[in-house]
Nanobody
């Protein structure tokens, strides 16, 4: 059974770049049929899909975050990473990584990690 675990700083200062890693076990990130995704939930708000990287390695992003978001992967470590630049307090949220099967719609999620943007 696949497991995902987010890691990264819990506190980031405004204007800095937030970087989070998602370590995957029990499945390869090079497997077809899956989008390896980043999703966040600001306090008191709903889930927001940020972007994804499929087995091909070509990521795509939410239009609202495209200019600030980058997702990459390290196949040797079986993990993928989110970079969000020029953060503001509005980027404070719980950040989740997830594996989404684009054929069946099923998904597996990490437990989430709280990130606070504050000086």
């Amino acid at each position: 059974q696949v497991q995902l675990q987010e890691s990264g700083p819990g506190l980031v200062k405004p204007s800095q770049t937030l970087s989070l890693a998602c370590a995957v076990s029990g499945g390869s990130i090079r497997t077809n049929y899956y989008y390896w995704s980043w999703i966040r939930q600001p306090p008191g708000k709903g889930l927001e899909w940020m972007g994804a990287i499929p087995y091909s390695g070509s990521a795509w992003y939410s239009p609202s975050l495209k200019t600030r978001t980058s997702i990459s992967r390290d196949t040797s470590k079986n993990q993928f990473t989110l970079h969000l630049s020029s953060v503001t307090p509005e980027d404070t949220a719980v950040y989740y990584c997830a594996r989404i099967n684009y054929v069946t719609g099923s998904s597996s999620w990490g437990q989430g990690t709280q990130v606070t943007v504050s000086s």
